[in-house]
């Protein structure tokens, strides 16, 4: 080994801190889920990748976002079942129920703007992305304010990769 190089991290660790931070994720979707539901005023943003493995969605909204998909849990949502690893959630689309499930590894991001909590999570798999169109995110969350784009509380895992 030359002293210019580094060792090969083959403990994955960047793996293992998606992992770790998707746990937070969960934690905060199973804290949701109990019967007094969320605490304040804490609602979440989550977005997805829409076609990932393991996600299910109704033909219509795959078709309205092949890309990506945010979601709004705050008021209005039902029968939200945190499991292992997946979620799965009902949320009215324009006023009609529809039943979505996606597993942790799709998450690609997680805002509570009640406090300014973010975290942001690499792409579950490699794939070309051609244009992406912003509204794509923004029309997914049903009867939502935009959040606030004041400083939040960002939580990157760039700064713990070796450059």
Known sequence: MSEDSFPKDEMHYDALAQEALRGVVKAALKRAAEPDGLPGAHHFYITFKSKAPGVSLPADL?????DEMTIVLQHQYWDLAPG??????????GGEPKRLSAPYAAVTRF???SVQFLLQFEA????LVEAEEPEAAEDAAPAAEEPAHDTPK???LDQFRKK
């Open 84 to 93: 292992e690893t997946f979620f799965t959630v009902m949320l009215k689309f």
């Open 124 to 127: 579950p798999e490699p794939e």
């Open 111 to 113: 805002y509570d703007p």
């Open 154 to 156: 960002i939580v990157s």
């Open 62 to 66: 795959i078709e309205k976002y092949p």
